[in-house]
């Protein structure tokens, strides 16, 4: 089973939409999987996902309604094979929890599914309005579509 962690900055926005989407996408392609997400700042840690990532996800009949909020943990190396980071800069914040060469080789840039090396960030729609979550999700959707035909090929 592939277990995938989606870690942005607060957790309410990108990363619990990417792990809802994924998921759903994992379903509904019959693959085994557990997908969560994380933040790696604890500023919004036992909260909901923001109304306009719930309500984004929903536009395309996938439920994140039960989404917590958490911060990303050094023990998260341990439980996840793949930790996507949405952007550089938490990109950067998880590898400095790693603590060897094994737990960074876990670590990747979501963005480089689609388009690799380029180091594509996820942008934060947090302050901006509706179009911002929406392109977030085409972004996330775009990776998750890779991510699946990768395992699809590994699995075959």
Do not use: W
């Given at each position: 089973m592939h277990?995938?962690?989606m870690v942005c900055?607060g957790?309410i926005?990108?990363?619990p939409?990417?792990a809802g989407?994924?998921s759903?996408?994992?379903?509904?392609?019959?693959?085994?999987a557990?997908?969560?997400s994380?933040?790696?700042?604890?500023?919004?840690?036992g909260?909901?996902?923001?109304?306009?990532?719930i309500e984004t996800a929903q536009k395309?009949d996938?439920d994140?309604?039960?989404h917590?909020?958490r911060?990303?943990?050094?023990?998260?190396?341990?439980s996840?094979d793949?930790?996507?980071a949405?952007?550089?800069?938490?990109y950067?914040?998880i590898l400095?929890?790693?603590?060897?060469?094994?737990?960074?080789a876990?670590?990747?840039m979501?963005m480089?599914?689609?388009?690799?090396?380029?180091?594509?960030?996820?942008?934060?729609p947090?302050?901006?309005g509706?179009e911002?979550?929406e392109?977030?999700y085409?972004?996330?959707?775009?990776?998750?579509?890779?991510?699946?035909?990768?395992?699809k090929?590994?699995?075959?």
């Amino acid at each position: 089973m592939h277990k995938i962690l989606m870690v942005c900055l607060g957790n309410i926005c990108r990363s619990p939409l990417a792990a809802g989407i994924l998921s759903h996408k994992m379903k509904k392609h019959g693959i085994e999987a557990e997908v969560h997400s994380a933040g790696t700042a604890d500023y919004h840690v036992g909260q909901a996902a923001d109304k306009r990532s719930i309500e984004t996800a929903q536009k395309h009949d996938i439920d994140i309604t039960n989404h917590v909020g958490r911060q990303f943990q050094a023990n998260d190396f341990d439980s996840y094979d793949t930790i996507y980071a949405m952007d550089r800069d938490n990109y950067r914040n998880i590898l400095s929890k790693a603590r060897n060469e094994n737990d960074k080789a876990k670590v990747k840039m979501l963005m480089n599914e689609v388009l690799p090396r380029e180091n594509l960030e996820v942008p934060d729609p947090y302050y901006g309005g509706p179009e911002g979550f929406e392109n977030v999700y085409r972004m996330i959707n775009m990776a998750s579509d890779e991510i699946i035909k990768k395992i699809k090929k590994q699995t075959s």
